[in-house]
T-cell receptor
Framework: DAKTTQPTSMDCAEGRAANLPCNHS???????VYWYRQIHSQGPQYIIH???NNETNEMASLIITEDRKSSTLILPHATLRDTAVYYC?????????????FGKGTRLHILP | KAGVTQTPRYLIKTRGQQVTLSCSPI?????VSWYQQTPGQGLQFLFE???????NKGNFPGRFSGRQFSNSRSEMNVSTLELGDSALYLC??????????????FGAGSRLTVL
């Protein structure tokens, strides 16, 4: 069973910020939140990850709520090339019986 | 540095045959995981290897197996192919331990068609 819940699809206007939510209400204290995206027929690409603090890199920002039960991936200025399926997953850092569950992700459409 | 390399990229098999797919991870990565992707089921976890040992396994029948070699390269095998095994098979590598241990780098995939 998926440990995360994401909307099936979202639209965003080109140039605007795309905010993709993810619910992970059963997250454990040692589990990190990871975001990946998959552009059609390619392998998924890592975007960002975090534990409890907000994170930012050259691709995106990750906002994790204080209770860690949800997070939001922010693409600050969406372009047509950001059209993809976005996956949010949670995984512990250490050794553990840990099936890597991607779920169905959010299909993001960037509108010109 | 070179990315994750999967071979072959495309292959066609018939029902009942078996297939072996190969994955060469990024240099220094000790963990390799495998996934099956189909339009209906999405991206599903098959198994993960670290230092030649299977660390985790998804909910797939025993026809799906894998192994990892001492150089971290991995292979997966599907025996007695069924039509439903037609899919994109992806592998990903990661450091497997330490900071950034679980950041996955994916290959381009091997697209298997079973006739």
């Amino acid at each position: 069973d998926a440990k995360t819940t994401q909307p099936t699809s979202m639209d965003c206007a080109e140039g605007r910020a795309a905010n993709l939510p993810c619910n992970h209400s059963t997250i454990s204290g040692n589990e990190y939140v990871y975001w990946y995206r998959q552009i059609h027929s390619q392998g998924p690409q890592y975007i960002i990850h975090g534990l409890k603090n907000n994170e930012t890199n050259e691709m995106a920002s990750l906002i994790i709520t204080e209770d860690r039960k949800s997070s939001t991936l922010i693409l600050p200025h969406a372009t047509l090339r950001d059209t993809a399926v976005y996956y949010c997953i949670v995984r512990p850092l250490g050794w553990r019986d840990d099936k890597i569950i991607f779920g169905k992700g959010t299909r993001l459409h960037i509108l010109p | 540095k070179a990315g994750v390399t999967q071979t072959p990229r495309y292959l066609i098999k018939t029902r009942g045959q078996q297939v072996t797919l190969s994955c060469s991870p990024i240099s220094g990565h000790r963990s390799v995981s495998w996934y099956q992707q189909t339009p209906g089921q999405g991206l599903q976890f098959l198994f993960e290897y670290f230092s030649e040992t299977q660390r985790n396994k998804g909910n797939f029948p025993g026809r799906f197996s894998g192994r990892q070699f001492s150089n971290s390269r991995s292979e997966m095998n599907v025996s007695t192919l069924e039509l439903g095994d037609s899919a994109l098979y992806l592998c990903a590598s990661s450091l497997g331990q330490g900071s950034g241990a679980n950041v996955l780098t994916f290959g381009a995939g091997s697209r298997l068609t079973v006739l």
